[in-house]
């Protein structure tokens, strides 16, 4: 379940009571007459089944709390409570099936920003990319697809494309436009350091072949894409995600970046077209699989709320 709290000027309270009491997914609904301060108002709680949650932030938004106060939600991990129960049983569909669209944007967005912290974690997963190509270290190969953040922009693009939020798309598409070609210079420079000071070569380099995987571009780079995009947005828009959906996500982003720097310190101008192009590809498989995800599960929800049947597919 899911923690809702409105603050709304006086005139609107009973509005958003009644909104609140009027659907059987809301329980615990109280009221604080006069505790809101700055916007002036009253506070409004309530707990909320996570498949209700979208119309019932709809039904508030309509009155506009969104502008005249505000609205905030919480995810609760434990609720030990018989209505608790008893709204969730109540509210149409399942809570693994239900997409929070406003949590998404808001989550999508905040992950989208072009800002230190993403850079350095980008910048940090390149290295260690162009690391594990150097010492032929598959375990470090996958650190970096740990550690890089690109999925965050990856999903604004999917769900600013599928809302028409061109905002996010813009957003999202300039921290990957600046964020990964200044990544690959840093970890470009950091490799001609490297080169110099002879901690590797171009023989050693080339005689590793167990990562050879990250500048092969073939038809299961696409595919491979492709499930990673859906994978990774079914867990953005669930209330159920896998630990190792990151790592995922980030199989062939990442690595060929810092493959792609390495192999431009050697010369090999052929890898390192290989490894950009293997790069896109992953870039681009990723988004048209997560809009596609993404769209179909914004379908099902709208047949669902106008009780219209759902296709078996």
Request: with cysteine.
């Amino acid at each position: 379940m899911l923690h809702l709290r409105a603050v709304c000027p006086v005139d609107h309270t009973d509005q958003v009571l009644a909104a609140l009491k009027e659907h059987p997914g809301v329980t615990h609904v109280v009221l604080l007459r006069g505790a809101a301060i700055d916007p002036a108002g009253d506070v409004v709680e309530a707990d909320i089944a996570r498949e209700a949650t979208d119309e019932v932030v709809a039904a508030l938004c309509g009155l506009g709390i969104d502008r005249t106060g505000g609205v905030t939600l919480e995810q609760i991990d434990t609720a030990l409570s018989d209505a608790a129960d008893r709204a969730e049983e109540a509210a149409p569909g399942e809570a693994a099936d239900a997409v929070v669209w406003e949590e998404l944007i808001s989550r999508t967005g905040e992950e989208s920003r072009l800002n230190a912290t993403f850079q350095s974690f980008l910048t940090i997963a390149c290295l260690l990319a162009a690391v594990g190509v150097v010492t032929n270290s598959p375990v470090t190969i996958v650190g970096a697809m740990v550690v890089g953040p690109e999925f965050g922009p990856l999903a604004a693009i999917a769900v600013g494309s599928v809302l028409r939020r061109w905002d996010l798309v813009r957003r999202a598409s300039a921290a990957l436009a600046i964020g990964f070609p200044l990544a690959m210079v840093i970890t470009f420079a950091a490799a001609v350091v490297g080169s110099y000071t002879g901690l590797f070569d171009r023989d050693m380099v080339l005689a590793a072949h167990q990562v050879d995987f990250v500048f092969q571009v073939g038809p299961f780079s696409l595919i491979v894409a492709l499930l990673a995009g859906a994978a990774g947005m079914l867990s953005m828009t669930s209330a159920k995600s896998a630990a190792l959906v990151g790592v995922f996500i980030s199989v062939t982003t990442v690595p060929a970046a810092g493959y792609a720097a390495i192999a431009a310190v050697l010369g090999e101008w052929a890898i390192c077209g290989q490894s950009v192009l293997q790069l896109a590809v992953n870039l681009v498989g990723i988004v048209v699989a997560a809009s596609v995800v993404l769209a179909l599960r914004r379908r099902r929800g709208r047949m669902a709320a106008t009780g219209r049947p759902l296709s078996n597919g």
